[in-house]
C-alpha cells in the first residue's frame, strides 16, 4: 500500500506547476498560493522542475512524509548545484515557539541517523536550531559529504506564516559558504508575507502538531544536498559520453 501510495505521490510531483511569478525588472518572486515575497539574487534563475522532483522524491522515499503544498527553485545561471535554492510551501501548524523548538531537539537527530544510515559516506551533520522570534523564522545549518567534491553546506529557513509556512533552503560549497552567505541573508531579508498572512503567536496552537511538516523540509535539504550532485553528476557524464 505504500509503495503504491509514493507512486501516486510522485506522480503529482511530476505533473505539479508551481504557482508564483517572476517579475523580470525587478527580480522580484511572489507566490499567489503563498502570498509572500521575496528578491531573487542577480544572475540566478529558475530550477527545472524535474529537479526539484527529485529532491522531493528522495525526501519522500527516506523519511519525509509531509508533501510541499508548492514548490520552486533558483541557482546560479551557467552552474548545475552550487549555489543553488528551493522554496517548498507547507500548510501551516500555527505552532507555538515552545513547540517549534521541542520538535527540533526531539526529532532532528534521529533524522540526522536516518540519512547516515542510508547513506554511511554522506557523514551529515546538523548545528543548533535558533529561532528568531522577532522575523517569526527558524535557522538550521546543516552539512553533508557530496561524492567527488567533499562537504556542502545547507541553510534551512523555515518561516511561519498564519496559513502557510515557507521552507527556503540554501545550498553551498564549503569553501564558498561564507561568500555564498551574504547573498543567502540578502534573500531572507527580503522575504515578506501579504499583509494579513503573517504569523500571529497570540493565535499559535496550544496542542499537538504535525511532526512531519518540520521534518521534512529538513530531509529535503540533506537529500537535496546528496541528490542534486548525483543527479547532475549523471548529466554531466550523458553529455560528455554523447
Known amino acids: 500500500m505504500k509503495k503504491y501510495l509514493l507512486i501516486y505521490i510522485l506522480s503529482l510531483v511530476s505533473i505539479f506547476i508551481f504557482v508564483g511569478t517572476v517579475k523580470a525588472e525587478s527580480n522580484i518572486y511572489s507566490s499567489q498560493t503563498g502570498h509572500y515575497s ?21 525526501a519522500l522515499e527516506h523519511g519525509g512524509t509531509a508533501f510541499p503544498t508548492n514548490y520552486a527553485g533558483f541557482q546560479v545561471s551557467g552552474t548545475s548545484t552550487f549555489p543553488s535554492m528551493t522554496i517548498y510551501e507547507f500548510l501551516s501548524d500555527n505552532a507555538s515557539y515552545l513547540q517549534m523548538q521541542q520538535e527540533f531537539n526531539n526529532k532532528l537527530n534521529p533524522t540526522l541517523n536516518l540519512i547516515n544510515g542510508t547513506y554511511p559516506d554522506a557523514n551529515a551533520t546538523s548545528g543548533i536550531p535558533y529561532i528568531d522570534k522577532n522575523r517569526n523564522m527558524v ?9 567527488g567534491i567533499g562537504p556542502a553546506d545547507a541553510l534551512m529557513v523555515y518561516i511561519l506564516g498564519k496559513d502557510v509556512d515557507v521552507s527556503l533552503s540554501f545550498y553551498s560549497l564549503d569553501s564558498d559558504y561564507s561568500k555564498d552567505l551574504l547573498i543567502f541573508n540578502a534573500v531572507v531579508n527580503s522575504f515578506k508575507f501579504e499583509k494579513g498572512y503573517e504569523y500571529v503567536q497570540t493565535t499559535a496552537n496550544t496542542g499537538s502538531i504535525n511532526y512531519s511538516v518540520w521534518i521534512t523540509p529538513a530531509v529535503l535539504v540533506l537529500f537535496g544536498i546528496w541528490q542534486s550532485f548525483r543527479w547532475n553528476s549523471k548529466k554531466t557524464a550523458k553529455k560528455f559520453l554523447q
Open 38 to 58: 521575496f528578491t531573487i539574487p542577480n544572475g540566478w534563475i529558475k530550477t527545472s522542475q524535474y529537479e526539484i522532483a527529485q529532491k522531493i522524491k528522495y
Open 139 to 147: 535557522f538550521v545549518k546543516m552539512q553533508a559529504n557530496v561524492p
